[in-house]
């Protein structure tokens, strides 16, 4: 019984696409090892078969001796079950590899994906990262099904020179060096498939960028009317990725072409000078005949060696993409040097904007630039870091040095754009099925949003569909706030929670807020310009430039800040 995932027992070699795809091999040499030794018998008892089959001519028919030929004729049957058993086991190995391979990488994108964050999708479209975990992957693990009949190929090249070398000296040469020579001939037309295949795969993954996009926003893009313009340019893209993928059917097709062209060309030669060889009574008909079976048994060590680098081609370009997202790094990282979390009712401070969330209260910040209080709510989530960043205060520790568990354990933020997935609505709710249903609706009432389990005919055990989409933008946003206020966050941090909401349901949220945050012991900040919401705050924080420039009760500010009363009045 083997246990799945394989463990990952090293971090993955991203220096180049080529040390990448030797750290996956490394990762299982015992099944490569099998499959190269078994595919190197494979290909040897085919190599030796004509040679067993020009023995028994001449000495079982032409020196009609029947013990010799029986003998021959049974060493013929056994060379056949050999190879037919070492093919099977063969082929098993190299697909285990292949596949070993291809979800080794399939895993490590997809918790790339995870544990990234918002960095992946800045650094990279979603067409590429779909394309990557979708395609490149398995195109990875080819390379080492691959190998084995290369090593194979290569092992059985070896076998048939020497048994030809004893034949006749001149065919040994020419098996020596014309099957290198054929098998690099061919790479002139494999170079410009390298080149067609990454055009192609660059050409699909804009493609399918440019489909995601489309389809995340169809329903705005219908009532806009702006839907054509979208599958325009699907379409554009589209006929450029048919265009690219028609010029690497051309090189495929050029390639299997000039492996039947060189590989029979040798053929022919070989066989010519074997004739000559028997006309001129330097070897046996017998001879002749086993000659003739390794001229076409060597067309396949040459057909190997075209279809190893143009696989090896496909393995580099999957490689390349691989290790552009293995090389996205998260936008914060565990603290090299940690600190202990510091205690319940601790104050969140944001040092470059001088905004201080006060344990136990309701705070709201407003600015004139909504993008401005979003990315002060976002760095005391800590969602961004390096030495550039600002530093932020929690209680009396750098929440840069606090352990990111402890963080988002304790802090949650809610951003303006919500994002459900798909499965049933209780799972995207309540995630880590720590809540009853009682607890469910109880959120769902304070988010002013059993309206929407009314028209689901399965309840709480709808099945959502992907980023929501059976939802309106209202009813997503009130969802996810629903989900905010389950996680029952010590800190919650909320971006806009009511911007899609018309005024009556605002009306509801705000007035039910106090008692679901109230608590002592939470704390809740809230980007918000709305005067419904504004009105319930316990202290409203004013931003002008980035900065805190009032402070005070809602209508404390629209006494005394001009600025701020203009905000406040433009969003009603």
């Not at 946003?477 to 349901?505: G, I, K, M």
Request: some cysteine; aromatic content about 6%.
């Amino acid at each position: 019984m083997r246990s799945f995932p394989y463990p990952l027992i090293s971090a993955p070699d991203l220096r180049s696409p080529a040390r990448y795809l030797v750290w996956l091999g490394s990762l299982q040499k015992a099944t490569l090892v099998a499959g190269i030794v078994l595919g190197s018998v494979w290909m040897a008892s085919q190599a030796v078969m004509p040679f067993v089959l020009g023995r028994a001519i001449d000495d079982g028919v032409i020196g009609q001796d029947f013990p010799a030929l029986l003998a021959w004729t049974l060493a013929l049957l056994g060379l056949m079950i050999v190879q037919a058993a070492s093919d099977t086991a063969t082929h098993r190995a190299g697909v285990s590899s292949w596949l070993q391979a291809a979800f080794r990488s399939v895993r490590l994108v997809g918790h790339k994906i995870s544990r990234t964050g918002d960095a992946l999708p800045t650094a990279l479209s979603t067409g590429e990262v779909v394309s990557t975990a979708a395609s490149d992957a398995f195109r990875i693990g080819e390379v080492y099904e691959v190998l084995t009949r290369l090593a194979g190929a290569a092992v059985a090249w070896g076998v048939v020179t020497v048994l030809i070398w004893q034949t006749s000296p001149v065919l040994g040469v020419v098996v020596l060096i014309g099957v290198p020579v054929c098998c690099a001939l061919l790479l002139f037309v494999v170079r410009p498939l390298q080149t067609r295949q990454r055009e192609q795969r660059e050409a699909a993954g804009t493609m399918t960028a440019v489909g995601a996009d489309t389809v995340a926003g169809l329903r705005v893009l219908r009532g806009i009317g702006g839907e054509h313009i979208f599958v325009d340019r699907y379409r554009v893209k589209s006929a450029a990725t048919r265009d690219s993928g028609m010029r690497v059917a051309r090189s495929l097709a050029d390639l299997e072409a000039s492996q039947v062209f060189v590989a029979g060309t040798f053929s022919v030669v070989f066989t010519w000078v074997g004739a000559s060889l028997v006309i001129a009574e330097e070897i046996t008909p017998g001879e002749l005949v086993a000659l003739y079976g390794f001229s076409i048994f060597l067309m396949t060590p040459i057909r190997a060696a075209a279809d190893s680098v143009a696989r090896f081609i496909r393995a580099h370009v999957g490689a390349r993409k691989v290790i552009a997202v293995l090389s996205v790094d998260a936008n914060v990282a565990e603290s090299t040097a940690p600190v202990p979390a510091p205690p319940i009712g601790s104050p969140l401070v944001d040092e470059r904007s001088g905004l201080v969330v006060g344990p136990g209260l309701l705070t709201a910040v407003v600015s004139g630039e909504p993008a401005e209080s979003a990315e002060v709510l976002t760095r005391l989530g800590r969602f961004e870091d390096g030495p550039g960043a600002p530093a932020v205060r929690w209680g009396s520790a750098d929440l840069r040095h606090v352990s990111l568990a402890d963080i988002r354990d304790r802090i949650v933020v809610s951003e303006a754009a919500p994002q459900l997935f798909s499965g049933p609505l209780r799972r995207q709710l309540d995630p880590h099925a720590q809540h009853d249903d009682g607890a469910i609706l109880a959120a769902l009432d304070a988010a002013s949003a059993l309206d929407i389990l009314d028209g689901l005919e399965g309840g709480l055990d709808h099945e959502a569909t992907e980023r929501g989409r059976s939802f309106s933008g209202g009813q997503r946003q009130r969802l996810v706030l629903a989900r905010a206020y389950l996680t029952d966050a010590e800190n919650l941090l909320l971006v806009e929670p009511t911007s899609a909401v018309d005024a009556h349901t605002e009306q509801r949220i705000a007035s039910r807020l106090p008692s679901v945050r109230t608590r002592p012991g939470l704390t809740t900040a809230i980007v918000t310009a709305s005067p419904l919401l504004l009105r319930t705050m316990d202290t409203v924080v004013f931003l002008e430039d980035g900065l805190v420039s009032a402070q005070g009760s809602h209508q404390e500010l629209m006494e005394s800040s001009a600025a701020y009363r203009d905000v406040v009045i433009r969003s009603e």
